[in-house]
């Protein structure tokens, strides 16, 4: 059983994401870390020197190339959710559990926005961004964990462990 975070950048996947992977001594993969590795490239250079479709495209190509995973606590990128193909596999093979946060909360976080590589900037203001992503976050998740007015991590590693035990999966 594989649990994948989904939501905007800044939400928390990775830092959520490496507490939960030791909690149930799950490993862990974050998709844009596996990114840099296979092109020597932080997403926003590629963003910067390719745009926003390749980077679209090499994360999906790195997604899918995870293969079969078990026990493993994924943290995608927050522009997974463009890849219907990349979707699939994740739902195939995951529980999807999207952070759902607010707006304010989420660009506060956000200070690096120019180097953070996040897609559909150049075209679009953060909010526009947000407003068009949680669609497709709530499209594609399985569990929705609300963190807009709190962000307790033991709490809401406990919520995700309890969303994914009501999942119908048996964990750890």
């Known amino acids: 059983m594989n649990i994948t975070l989904i939501g905007m950048a800044g939400v928390g996947k990775s830092t959520l994401g490496k507490k939960l992977a030791r909690k149930l001594n799950y490993k862990f993969i974050d998709t844009d870390k596996v990114i840099e590795k296979k092109v020597n490239l932080k997403p926003q250079q590629i ?26 606590i994924i943290s995608s990128g927050g522009s997974v959710i463009y890849s219907s193909e990349a979707m699939k596999f994740i739902k195939n093979n995951s529980t999807v559990i999207f952070l759902n946060d607010s707006f304010k909360n989420i660009q ?8 953070r590589g996040i897609i559909g900037l150049k075209n679009n203001n953060l909010i526009q961004l947000f407003n068009n992503r949680v669609v497709l976050y709530k499209k594609y998740a399985d569990i929705i964990i609300d963190i807009t007015n709190k962000f307790d991590v033991k709490e809401v590693i406990e919520k995700i462990i309890k969303g994914a035990k009501n999942n119908s999966y048996a964990l750890g």
């Open 47 to 72: 963003i910067d020197n390719f745009g926003d479709n390749e980077l679209l495209k090499i994360e999906e190509k790195c997604v899918l190339e995870l293969g079969k995973l078990d026990n493993y």
């Open 108 to 115: 506060s976080r956000l200070t690096n926005q120019k180097t």
